[in-house]
């Protein structure tokens, strides 16, 4: 069987490449592309480590077929800093040490970024509701919610 | 391993033809939130995807001239979430997609979805029993329309015909006086299967409820519409005496299994117990004076 041939844009940038019809996105993130920064932690939809924005959508690359990326706006982890300029999320959380292994990192900071851009105010039930799919073995959370109320009041003061 | 195939056509036409050529070994491709877990996990190996996501009346939204809504079988919990109108006249209904699974979940998976993969946990199910909901399906014999209660057949079957493809649900106008709402019993707060669901939807006029539906979740083989239940609410001032009736009507309609979320015993007691508090939050949004 031919393999698929898909085109789509990954981080603003055209890109294409091939697939079989049952490889998941993060497969091919993962393997072909080699942007190993979305995790698989469970290839079942329930820890969100391989988060990431699919036409500004919040997914789980596990749960997408590499094929269905036809022609779609993919944003992964390794486009959330600028060059060397980190996102202010990545930074606070550097700064606040929400993180320890890191495995959970790549897809907090992309599920965390997807809810500032909706909502520049979260109260902090908003913002565990929101990242209740992204699980968390190290930091038992607390770090990672202030790390991202932080970052909002800093984004909104900046805004001003 | 690798001998399969995805389509991702742009018409139902093209999707039902390839479905019905396809003799079985194919399966349909809405969010993927189940096939591709069931997939990964060996349960499924399709010969062949049939991603309905390009059809445009599969992810579209409509509010009809009359006051009703069509929704796309494969519209997302996070875009329905997003229409300015649906969640105002059809809240329970929202609140039941919009429990399923996490923010990431409700990216792709959608009510089509959910009743065609046939759990009796299904949290959209029980709402849309409760809300009289009409699915569209279309196959090689062209359309046709069921009530939502005629499509589960047990756990993990429907009663769609071979290649038949579920297109859309239709909700009815609201009357004044209406609203619904859905309550799952689970042992945390989010990320999990219901232990018991109940959607009620429910008219009140002048403090009278003139008109009721119930649906039960995860406590029989499928999703229940409790008519004895609404039986019991319709006609009342929703009075202890009705809301208790109902609830027992509910607790007995119950076939549950023991498992690892919930005894028997359990489940039936707390079909009763949502029932009530359903009900309350439903009456509520409906104007209950």
Sequence with gaps: MAKLHVSTTINGEPTEFLC??????????RGPLGLTGSKEGCGSGDCGACSIMLDDRLVCSCLMLAAEAEDSDITTIEGMAVGEKLHPLQQKFLELAALQCGICTPGVLVASKALLERNLNPTETEVRYWLAGNLCRCTGY?????????????MREAAQ | MTDIQYLAPHTLDEAVGAFAAAAGTARILAGGTDLLVQMRAGMVRPGLIVDIKKIAEMTSIEETADGGFVVGAAVSGAVL???????????????????????????RASAGG???NGSPAGDSVPA???????VTVQGPNGRRQMPVEAVPAGPGRINLAPAEILV??????????SSDAYLRMIPRTEMDIAVVGCGVSLTLTNGVCTAARVGLGAVAPTVLLVEAAAKALIGSKLDTAAVDAAAAACSAACRPIDDKRGTIVYRT????????????IAADRAGRA
């Design chain 2, 128 to 134: 849309m029993m409760a809300a009289d909901a009409i």
């Design chain 1, 20 to 29: 079989e019809a049952n490889d998941s996105m993060l497969d091919v993130l």
């Design chain 1, 142 to 154: 607390d770090k990672i919610v202030r790390a991202v109320l932080d970052t909002a009041a800093e």
């Design chain 2, 81 to 107: 979430a997003e229409h300015p109108r649906f969640g105002k006249v059809w809240p329970g209904v929202l609140e039941s997609i919009n429990l399923i699974g996490s923010t990431q979940v409700q990216g």
């Design chain 2, 168 to 177: 859309s649900f239709t909700l009815p106008p609201r009357p004044p006086g």
């Design chain 2, 269 to 280: 007691k707390v079909a009763g117990v949502l029932l009530k508090r359903t009900v309350g």
């Design chain 2, 114 to 116: 959910n009743l065609c």
